[in-house]
């Protein structure tokens, strides 16, 4: 079982910068591809973005190239999501989720909810403009 813990949301004005964490329990986090995803009021839940286990391939979502980086610490069990040059459409709870075990690859493979076996709490992210 792997718990999921959240935090660093809050109210940001546009153009501001925000930094999400994720810390995991359970000794797999290492070999385990971390996800990001958002869900803002009255829409599907959302690929954000995804690190392989050691972080050496990254996705992003096309909105948040360039403005959002995802890193993670395999040492520390965590996983962060920065976020720079928010935008009012940013606004949405943020989830990190571990992925689980499925034997595919690419954008598609990582991008997709139900790949994930584990998810967070969610921590709120506004934007305001």
């Known amino acids: 079982q792997v718990q999921l813990v959240e935090s660093g949301g809050g109210l940001v004005q546009a153009g501001g910068s925000l930094r999400l964490s994720c810390t995991a329990s359970g000794p797999t986090f290492s070999r385990t591809a971390m996800g990001w995803f958002r869900q803002a009021p009255g829409k599907e839940r959302e690929f954000v973005s995804a690190a392989i286990w050691d972080g050496g391939i990254k996705y992003y979502e096309d909105s948040v190239k360039g403005r959002f980086t995802i890193y993670r610490d395999n040492f520390k069990n965590t996983v962060w999501l920065h976020m720079n040059s928010l935008k009012p459409e940013d606004t949405a709870v943020y989830y990190c989720?571990?992925?689980?075990?499925?034997?595919?690859?690419?954008?598609?493979?990582?991008?997709?909810?139900?790949?994930?076996?584990?998810w967070g709490q969610g921590t709120q992210v506004t934007v305001s403009s």
């Open positions: 989720a571990a992925f689980g075990t499925h034997y595919c690859s690419g954008y598609g493979c990582y991008s997709h909810p139900d790949r994930y076996a584990y």
